[in-house]
C-alpha cells in the first residue's frame, strides 16, 4: 500500500492499494470502526453513499461483517448523494433499488433512516423537497462520512462541470459525458434522463470526513487534475482539496497518471518512492523521454538526460559513456519485443519433423476463406531461416494455443493479425468465447433474423413452419411493446445469441481456426439477460478450468483490457486466472505462456509491450475482413462505451497503427501496425483474483482484482 507523501505535487491525501480489493475492505473497514466507536459512545453514525460499480465491493464486505462479525447498522442514518429524475424508487437502475440490492435489504438498517432523493416527485415540487433533505441532513446531525466516486468529467454525485463551490441540494442538467458513461445501464443514451438530484458540493464539503474511491484506468486522467491541479469548478472534485479530512483512495490502475507514479523522477530521487533504477522503470523513463525531446532512443544525449530530471538515472550506471550504454540498452529491450512467431519459431529439429509430416497431413490448418492463398505449415517453416525478427527457437512445434474471448468479437478485434499468424504457422489454435454477448444484438436484428427463419421454414416446410411462427410472433409482440429495462424473454435471448455465436464462428473460420476447436463456453455469471451480471461463480471456474485440461495449452491469450467500462472482461480474466491457479501443478501448466492482450478499449504502452507482432497492410486487411463477420456490431453497436463512439476496427486499427508510429519514432523498423501484448504470471497466494503482468509500471504494478465473493460485472459490454 502507497501512502500520501509530501514529496509529490498531490494537493488531497492519496492512499493506493495494491488492488481495487483491497481498497474497498480498506474503506469498508473504516466505515465499520465509525458505526462501531459511534455505537459504544450512545450515538449514530451518519453515513453518506454513493451508487454504482465502484462502492459495489464496499458495500459487499460490509454485508459481509454484518453477517460474520456481527456489525450492526441500527445506529446508523444513511445519506444518498443523488438520484435520477424522474425516476421510480423501483426502476431498473433507480438508486433506491441499487442500495436495497447492495446494502439495505441485507443489514439491519432501519429502512426509516435511510434516505435516498426521490426521483418520483412531482417537477414543481422538486425545490421544496430539496431544501427538506437538507434540513434532514442538519436534523440527524451532519454527516459523519461522505462516500464518493469520481465521474469522467469530475463530478462528485452529479455536480457537473460548473457547479459553484457553494451549491446545495438541487435539480441538475446531466453532462452529455455522464449520460454516455449511464448509456449500457439504460438500453440506450437516448433512454438516460437529462436531469437528477444531487447534494450539492457545499452540503458535501459539510460531512466531517470524506473518502472519495476512483478504480481503473479510465479514472485516472480525471484524479489527475483532481488531485494536482487547481481548483476549477470545472472539475467539482478538485473543491476537495480546501477539505480538512479528505482521502483519495485508489488502486494503481486510477492512479497510474499521478506524478509520483508516472515520472517519479521529475521529483527527485527514486528511493524517496521506494522505487530504484531497475530494467522497468529505465525502460520507461527512456521511452518517456524519447517522446518528450522528440528523437529516437539512440539519439538521446546527456543533455536531454540532464534537462529532464534524469541526471540519476545515468549515475547508476556507472559508466563514462553515460547516455551512450543507457540508450543501447533500452533499444535492444524494445527490439527484442518484436517477433514475426508469437509461439516461437520452430528449431531445425522441429523443422526437419514438420516437413517430414506436413504432406498430407489431416491436421494441417489452413485458411478456409479470405484474401490471399492458404498457407500451410511448411510454407511457414521455411519462413523460418530468413525471420530476423523471431522469437527463441523451440523444439515444441507446432504449439496448442486458446485465445480466450470475453464477447464474441474480442479476439479479432484486439488480436486478429496474430490470432491469424498462430494458425498460418500450423499451431493448434482454439478459441473459446466466455460469454453470448446476447444483450448486445440490436432488437430490429433479431426480429429480421427471426423473421429469416419463419420464411425459411415456410418455403421448407418440413422443419416446422408452425413452431417458427410462432416464435416469430412472440418476438415481435414483446418487442413492440418493449420498455427500457425491460429483460428480453428466452426466445429473444436465444436468438440473440445464436446471432453472436454464427458471427463468432465465421470470423474464427475466417482466421484458420478449425471448426472443432471452436469452442462457446456461455459463462453462466453473464446469462441474466440483463445489463447488470452476476458474481463470478464456481460454475464459470469450473467451465474454464475443464477446457484447459482437455487442450492442455503451450499459450494462453486473454483480454487484459481492464477499462472495460462495463466490467466482463475484468469478470473473464478473473475467471481464467483463477482457473489457472488451480491448474498450476499440472505437468502441461509448467510450459504454458500466459499473454494479456488489449484492443477493444485501450492499448498497452510502449513501455509495458513485451511481445510486439507487426502487421503488414495486407495482414491489417485481414484482420478488418475477419472483424466485419461480426456484423451485428458494425455501423453502430449497441454498447460501444462511453468515450469513443467509432465502431470497433476503426478504434482497433488505429491502436494498432499508432503503436507501430511509436515503434519507428523510437528508431525501430516501421510497420504498418502492431499488436501488443504482456506476459502475465500470478502473484497472489490462492491466484483466484489478484495477478500480475510483467510489463506493469515498476512505481504501480497493477494488479486484477475483485472483492471477496468475487468481482462483479456492473454493465454488459458487446
Known amino acids: 500500500m502507497s501512502h500520501w507523501t509530501g514529496a509529490t505535487l498531490e494537493r488531497i491525501p492519496v492512499t493506493v492499494y495494491p488492488s481495487s480489493g483491497e481498497a474497498s475492505r480498506a474503506v469498508a473497514g473504516e466505515i465499520a470502526a465509525l458505526i462501531r466507536a459511534r455505537a459504544s459512545a450512545g450515538k449514530r453514525a451518519v453515513l453518506g453513499l454513493a451508487t454504482g460499480s465502484t462502492p459495489q465491493a464496499v458495500y459487499d464486505e460490509l454485508v459481509r461483517l454484518h453477517r460474520e462479525e456481527g456489525l450492526s447498522f441500527k445506529n446508523v442514518v444513511t445519506f444518498n448523494l443523488d438520484e435520477y429524475f424522474p425516476m ?9 433499488r441499487f442500495m436495497r440490492e447492495y446494502l439495505f435489504d441485507h443489514v439491519d438498517l432501519d429502512p426509516a433512516n435511510t434516505h435516498v432523493p426521490d426521483g418520483s416527485i412531482a417537477r414543481g415540487a422538486v425545490g421544496g423537497y430539496c431544501e427538506g433533505y437538507e434540513a434532514a441532513i442538519r436534523a440527524a446531525g451532519g454527516i459523519d462520512l461522505q462516500l464518493l466516486g469520481i465521474g469522467r468529467t469530475g463530478h462528485i454525485g452529479f455536480n457537473e462541470p460548473g457547479s459553484p463551490r457553494d451549491s446545495r441540494t438541487r435539480l441538475i442538467t446531466l453532462d452529455k ?11 440506450g443514451e437516448w433512454n438516460v434522463p437529462r436531469t437528477a438530484i444531487t447534494m450539492g458540493v457545499g452540503t458535501i464539503l459539510e460531512a466531517r470526513r470524506v473518502v472519495l474511491l476512483a478504480f481503473g484506468e479510465h479514472k485516472a486522467p480525471i484524479v489527475k487534475r483532481a488531485v494536482e491541479g487547481e481548483i476549477d469548478h470545472h472539475v467539482s ?23 509520483r507514479f508516472k515520472t517519479p523522477w521529475l521529483l527527485g530521487p527514486l528511493e524517496r518512492f521506494g522505487l530504484s533504477w531497475d530494467d522497468r522503470t529505465t525502460k520507461k523513463a527512456v521511452i518517456w523521454l524519447a517522446r518528450e525531446v522528440g528523437k529516437p532512443i539512440l539519439k538521446l544525449t546527456d543533455e536531454d538526460y540532464n534537462e529532464h530530471g534524469l541526471q540519476e538515472l545515468l549515475l547508476t550506471r556507472g559508466s563514462n559513456r553515460g547516455a551512450y550504454d543507457v540508450n543501447i540498452e533500452v533499444f535492444r529491450a524494445v527490439q527484442r519485443t518484436i517477433t514475426g512467431w508469437p509461439a516461437g519459431k520452430p528449431s531445425a529439429a522441429a523443422a526437419a519433423a514438420m516437413r517430414a509430416s506436413s504432406a498430407g497431413s489431416k491436421g494441417t490448418p489452413r485458411r478456409l476463406e479470405g484474401p490471399g492463398a492458404a498457407v500451410w505449415r511448411g510454407q511457414a517453416i521455411e519462413q523460418a531461416a530468413t525471420n530476423a525478427d523471431a522469437r527463441t527457437t523451440t523444439d515444441v512445434y507446432p504449439k496448442r494455443a486458446v485465445v480466450f474471448s470475453p464477447h464474441p468479437d474480442d479476439d479479432v478485434i484486439s488480436m486478429g493479425g496474430t490470432f491469424i499468424r498462430l494458425c498460418e504457422q500450423g499451431h493448434e489454435v482454439h478459441v473459446a468465447y466466455q460469454t453470448s454477448g446476447n444483450i448486445a444484438v440490436w432488437d430490429e436484428n433479431a426480429l429480421r433474423h427471426a423473421d429469416f427463419v419463419a420464411e425459411f421454414a415456410r418455403a421448407f ?59 462457446f463456453l456461455d459463462l453462466p455469471f453473464y446469462e441474466t439477460g440483463r445489463v447488470k451480471k452476476k458474481p463470478l461463480g464456481e460454475d464459470d471456474i469450473r467451465i474454464t478450468v475443464d477446457l484447459l485440461e482437455a487442450v492442455k495449452p503451450h499459450q494462453v491469450y486473454a483480454a487484459g483490457d481492464l477499462s472495460d467500462p462495463h466490467g466482463t472482461h475484468r469478470v473473464c480474466l478473473a475467471a481464467v486466472t483463477t482457473a489457472l491457479h488451480r491448474l498450476k501443478d499440472r505437468a502441461w501448466m509448467k510450459d504454458c505462456e500466459v499473454w494479456l492482450y488489449r484492443g477493444a478499449w485501450q492499448e498497452w504502452g510502449a513501455d509495458e509491450i513485451e511481445m510486439a507482432v507487426p502487421l503488414s497492410p495486407d495482414e491489417v486487411a485481414r484482420k478488418r475482413f475477419a472483424i466485419f463477420k461480426h456484423e451485428s456490431q458494425k455501423d453502430e453497436a449497441l454498447f460501444p462505451g462511453p468515450s469513443d463512439a467509432r465502431e470497433f476496427w476503426q478504434r482497433a486499427e488505429e491502436r494498432n497503427r499508432n503503436t507501430a508510429v511509436l515503434y519507428d519514432r523510437l528508431g525501430l523498423p516501421e510497420y504498418q501496425a502492431i499488436e501488443g501484448f504482456v506476459r502475465w504470471r500470478p502473484s497472489s497466494a490462492d491466484g483466484s483474483l489478484d495477478g500480475s503482468y510483467d510489463g506493469a509500471a515498476a512505481s504501480a504494478p497493477a494488479v486484477v482484482n475483485a472483492a471477496a465473493g468475487g468481482p462483479t460485472a456492473r454493465a454488459g459490454s458487446r
Open 88 to 96: 421510480p424508487p423501483e426502476g431498473l437502475q433507480s438508486y433506491r
Open 177 to 187: 459525458v455522464t449520460r454516455m458513461d449511464a448509456a449500457s445501464d439504460f438500453f
Open 237 to 259: 472534485a478538485s473543491y476537495l482539496q480546501e477539505h480538512p479530512n479528505r482521502t483519495f483512495v485508489l488502486d494503481p490502475a486510477s492512479a497510474a497518471e499521478l506524478t
Open 461 to 519: 416446410p418440413e422443419i416446422g413452419r408452425d413452431v417458427a411462427e410462432r416464435i416469430e410472433a412472440a418476438v415481435e409482440s414483446f418487442i413492440l411493446g418493449k420498455k427500457p429495462g425491460d429483460v428480453d424473454p428466452p426466445e429473444l435471448q436465444k436468438i440473440k445469441g445464436l446471432i453472436r455465436r454464427t458471427e463468432a464462428r465465421a470470423g474464427a473460420r475466417y482466421s484458420g481456426v478449425r471448426p472443432e476447436n471452436i469452442h
